[in-house]
């Protein structure tokens, strides 16, 4: 993108926003025993909507593109860096405060990609606002959102902090109320481990065969 005097390029702050999702904090109504920032958050959904659609591939011979499911969930909350995580609590409490949050996002998603280049936008665009093309994998991306959520109530649990218990059962019950078969194969094969210690991790067991004990050193 170059000045109208054919100069030096201008400069976007598109990514150096993006990046300060390190600097969002979730949970905030909630007492942590370790903060939990909106970058880990993204991370965390973003490779857990991969093994969903994953899941979907090899499990249920789905068509999805499990690298495009990532990729949508990495920009899921990207709006967030403008607004901040309201409080589930408080965003879900009354339906005219859920819609205005709605359009305060959907504003600050295009504050964002306003940030950018002209001939980038199309592309980020798709990211930021997908379309019905992607219906199928926003389910998943949800799914992997809520299912980040309850392994945060997990490690808030094991950690002693009872602030989080509540918050555990209420997702749990909304993720049982899910029409996702991925997320259901996932929760039978994958979610027991969160609730064990890294020990109880390192020596279990898949198919009946026991895992090789990490290496000592």
Not at 21 to 33: A, D, H, K, P, V
Not at 153 to 159: D, W
Not at 180 to 189: G, I, K, N, T
């Amino acid at each position: 993108m170059s000045n109208a005097a054919g100069g030096a390029p201008v400069q976007s702050s598109f990514f150096s926003m993006l990046l300060r999702m390190r600097y969002i904090s979730r949970w905030g109504l909630m007492r942590n025993s370790r903060p939990e920032s909106l970058a880990e958050h993204t991370l965390d959904v973003a490779l857990l909507a991969h093994a969903l659609a994953l899941l979907g591939v090899r499990r249920l011979g789905r068509t999805y593109d499990p690298q495009r499911a990532a990729l949508l969930a990495l920009y899921h909350d990207a709006p967030e860096i403008l607004t901040g995580d309201m409080p589930t609590p408080v965003k879900y409490h009354d339906p005219r405060i859920t819609q205005a949050y709605k359009q305060v996002e959907e504003a600050a998603g295009e504050q964002l990609l306003s940030l950018l280049p002209e001939d980038l936008r199309p592309d980020f665009d798709a990211l930021l606002r997908p379309g019905a093309e992607d219906r199928e994998l926003l389910v998943l991306v949800k799914a992997a959102d809520k299912l980040s959520a309850l392994i945060k109530c997990v490690e808030e649990e094991h950690s002693g902090n009872r602030e989080f218990l509540r918050a555990k059962e209420s997702t749990r019950k909304a993720l049982e109320t899910m029409e996702c078969p991925e997320l259901s194969l996932f929760l039978a094969e994958f979610y027991s481990s969160f609730t064990k210690t890294l020990d109880e991790q390192s020596a279990g067991e898949y198919n009946g065969e026991r895992l090789p004990e990490p290496e000592k050193g």
